[in-house]
């Protein structure tokens, strides 16, 4: 610990930290902007968070200047309050001010300190940055006229994934943030996982937003059907002043009601279904000398990053579709039939917490004599924004419960879907069951669990067969266990990958996690969130009452009435997809 002087007054803090975060710790909110998550990024380049530090020539960057002993730091005086107002100013010379039509607007960090800087539009005025707005990608939008050069996606994306997606190109009052030579996402090897939007402060980068075609199909009189991910009731309550990780499952889908939508379903019966597949694409593959090891496939994310980069490794992916596209199959096909409805005038909407299933759903793989499985995404923030603009007060929304006709019933590791571990874990209660016909007595694979990016590795010994798997989420981790199948030097036989690091529960299109913005949580809410959002998915299986997919009720019934077994003929045409290699850069 080190001795310090905040206005004046001593404190104690911990060698090493920054002025900004030392000032945190004590109790001081010094404005900033493109300082994130502990260094993450740590660029320096906004000026927002300028103070006056006895050693330093001047006035200092908070976020990037350590703390030193005997330290005296003044964050009110004129000079520095002066200073950090005009910063803010000069950066909203060069920004769009259209903030009544932007979907951050209430969540822009740029307002946010533009408020407590007392920061005004207009000092300077003045020419403005060439403008490129690209909406080409199924999934993400980029607008430069709202960058403010912070660099956080830049870091994110390096960070996530390994991945250099974007970066600043030219120089100087003319430089922007773009993928390669100012490339559109669509034409860049571009994952479309959204973490670079989950990062950025304005709203530069945003997922492309799908609420108008929901509402063209409610007027147009279509069936609307709506299913929601397990991962979004464990972040959609942070939009509405619910604890981060607080489950909202019952207002939710009272919501989901009220918007107008003619069935809500689960995407965990979906989920179940997956794992009736996929659990048998494992033990055909394991016992009839098939690609191993088998790796996941109900990430788009990690789809994408597969295609461009491990072309060669494709025969590994399982060819199941994520649960949401199955269980958009399965309503256009045996619900409709139930229902006496054509295909064609069924509107299947998913909720999701990703901003890459966006892009899957209109890939031509995955549709069904050309239909697709899927009409439209929603995030979980665009959700909260349908909410919103209703006028319904959500916290004050009764709890509801899922529709129960055909697909209502659900189980605990259909729930766990949602956190990095959980498919492999549902899949290997099943696979259990199937290897030695009794249910694996504990149930919680405890090896597989985690809620952070990195590996994990277990050996379950299944009646003498040792099934050696491995967890992954976030590309930077994938590369290392696909480069060791690349080598032959890997000894798994089952893998589960997730795009985004922590999965769902930090997919793309969650909720931001912007302490700001979050005055009630504790100081470390930024590395403690994905623990919290997974404990409420954990608690949810616990408290089911069936936790295997195999002894789903309506599951079993769909395989006997429609499906007839699991990879049966009709599964594979409903339920599977293909994969092909892509190149990075399109002309
Ligand atoms: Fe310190 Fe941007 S937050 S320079």
Redesign the pocket.
Known sequence: MINIKIEGVPYQVKEGLTILEAAKACGYEIP????FNHGECNS??????LVEATGARGLV????YPVSEGMEIRISTPKAVEARRRSVELLLSNHNQNCQQCDKNGKCELLHVANITGAREGAFAGEKTEVFYDDVAPALVRDTSKCILCGRCIARCANAHGLGILGFENRGFHTIVAPAENRSFADSPCIQCGQCVTVCPTGALMEKSEIDKIDEAMRAGKHVIVQAAPAVRASLGEEFGYPVGTPVTGKMIAALRRLGFERVYDVNFGADLTIMEEGTELLGRLTKGGVLPMITSCSPGWINYAEYNYGDLLPHLSSCKSPHQMQGAIIKSYWAQQKGIAPEDIFVVSIMPCVAKKFEKEREQEKVNGIPDVDAVLTTRELARMIRRSGMLFNRLPDEDWDQDIMGDYTGAGVIFGVTGGVMEAALRTVYFKLTGKEYGKIVFEEVRGHDAGIREASIDINGTVVNVAIASGMKSASVLLDEIRAGTSKYQFIEIMGCPGGCINGGGQSYVRPAFLPNEEDDILDTYKEKRAKALYSEDERQVIRQSHNNPQIKELYEKFLGEPNSHLSHELLHTTYAAREGFND
């Open positions: 900033s902007l493109c300082a320096g380049s906004c000026r927002v968070c960057a908070s976020c990037v």
